[in-house]
């Protein structure tokens, strides 16, 4: 059965797990290369590249890059207003994310699926009944209406011919901000993969795509999504749509399927767009459950605290920013003027009543200003929020890139309810930030 489309538009049914390299080897395997730039991406002959990452690739290696743009998800600056991330139109210029073409929906720049919302096609529990091999499928959305982003933390390859800018290079499709957009000039049918970060897999059975700012010609129209959990050497089809429409710009359609299989890399495989001789999209973000061993994510539902002398003049760079599941928002500590600037910052997590063994963590730089990011570091874990017991220290580390994740795991066989990110030096401003702290564990 084919994937089933969100509530307001029904994508056609196409033949699953039929798809032609359906668990055939790939003559072409993953290479990584170190860095991507504004030159034309390697040909798909030659093999996938790694073409940016928001982790640190193995743990503890810390060299993740990504293309060394520094635009602001549309958090609020530093003196409280509100960043505009505009996306750089094909001739250089800036189009504004309420161009023309957009259909007035909202501008969500987080990580999670919305209920209702003018132009966001998002599936729903009725939708999701419409898939008769109910085993596995979609997602439920639950109380909150809203689920979990798993792109994030990972590494973005792709193995088709293509020339993008700086602006616009295949990283912007996973950085949880619509207001980008991935540009491959010269390649109707791109191919696009991401892998996840921390050695993770994940069952994916649902995703959404979003339409970039201009021209709807370039838009997706028909592609497959396809698992792999070799590096990329065999892929297994699991999701195929065809002739599917975006009316609006920065519209949103979300797609559920029945998978049970979790794989650490996932591959979208362009078959069609909607005419031109290039192709472009804004945003695709993948849904479902971590699979068996892999690293869960365990910061949901808990309350957070920290530094108190802080000058956070934005309500959406508040503490709570550290630990939301989105790196495209963050924790911003301005110095106050009469305390002096600060040597030392922390951010804690408390999960209530429950205890959890952390073994591993990541950390994501934020949209600007590297002197800001933290260089020196200790986690450490409590029991009541009074004593604390460093579990692992980190000294020197740099974040080449913004919104560059580096995953750091560490020996404790201990359960903590609360952990503390102490901060003891970052690269020399008075002010500090960070984007985004996971902790992982059971």
């Known amino acids: 059965m084919g994937g089933v489309a969100g509530a307001l538009d ?42 940016g990452t928001q982790d640190g690739g193995s743990a503890d290696s810390g060299v993740p890059t990504d ?8 958090v609020g600056t530093d003196d409280g207003s509100s960043a505009d991330a505009g996306v750089g139109t094909d001739d250089g210029s800036t189009a504004d994310s309420t161009g023309a073409n957009d259909d007035a929906s909202p501008v969500d720049s987080g990580g999670n699926i919305e209920d209702g919302g003018a132009g966001s ?78 050695g993770a897999t994940y069952a994916i059975n649902a995703y959404s795509i979003t339409s970039a700012n201009d021209t709807p010609t370039r838009d ?41 299989a979790a794989y650490a890399r996932y ?49 959406a760079e508040t503490p709570d920013h550290a630990f939301d599941n989105d790196i495209s928002t963050r924790w911003f500590c301005g110095a106050v003027a009469d305390a002096g ?5 922390f951010v804690a997590y408390d999960f209530g009543t429950t205890a959890h063994v952390v073994n591993m963590y990541s950390v994501t730089s934020a949209s600007d200003a590297s ?23 980190r000294a020197n580390q740099t974040f080449a890139n913004r919104f560059q994740t580096n995953t750091y795991s560490f020996a404790n066989t201990s359960p903590y309810s609360q952990y503390r990110f102490l901060v003891t030096a970052n690269n020399g401003s008075p002010d500090f930030q960070v984007a985004e702290i996971m902790l992982f564990g059971n």
């Open 67 to 74: 293309d060394g743009s520094s635009t602001d998800a549309g």
């Open 341 to 345: 600037p600060n040597t030392t910052w």
């Open 121 to 198: 096609d998002v599936a729903t529990t009725d939708s999701m009944d419409e898939a008769t091999d109910a085993s596995c499928t979609g997602f439920d959305p639950g109380d909150s209406g809203a689920a979990l982003n798993r792109a994030q933390g990972g590494t973005v390859l792709m193995s088709s011919q293509c020339t993008s800018k700086a602006t616009e290079m295949p990283v912007n499709v996973f950085d949880n901000n619509i207001n980008t957009k991935w540009y491959c000039s010269g390649n109707a049918k791109p191919t696009i993969a991401y892998q996840f970060g921390a």
């Open 220 to 260: 997706p129209k028909s592609w497959r999504l396809e698992g792999s959990n070799d590096g990329g050497a065999s892929w297994i089809t699991v999701d195929i749509q065809t002739d599917q429409l975006f009316s609006g710009r920065f519209q949103t359609k979300t797609y559920a399927f029945g998978n049970c």
């Open 371 to 393: 002197g800001r990011d933290p260089k020196d570091w200790e986690l450490q874990g409590s029991s009541d929020g009074i004593n604390w017991t460093t579990l692992d220290a």
């Open 267 to 315: 591959r979208f495989v362009i078959t069609a767009n909607n005419g031109a001789t290039g192709f472009q999209v804004a945003e695709i973000r993948l849904f479902g459950d971590p699979g068996p061993g892999g690293p869960i994510d365990l910061v949901q539902g808990g309350t957070t605290t920290a530094t108190s002398t802080c000058n956070t003049p934005s309500a």
């Open 10 to 51: 029904a994508g056609p049914d196409g033949m699953h797990d039929t798809g032609p390299d359906n668990g055939e080897p790939d003559a072409h395997p993953d290479v990584s290369i170190a860095d991507a730039s504004d030159a034309e991406i390697p040909d798909a002959a030659a093999a996938d590249v790694s073409v």
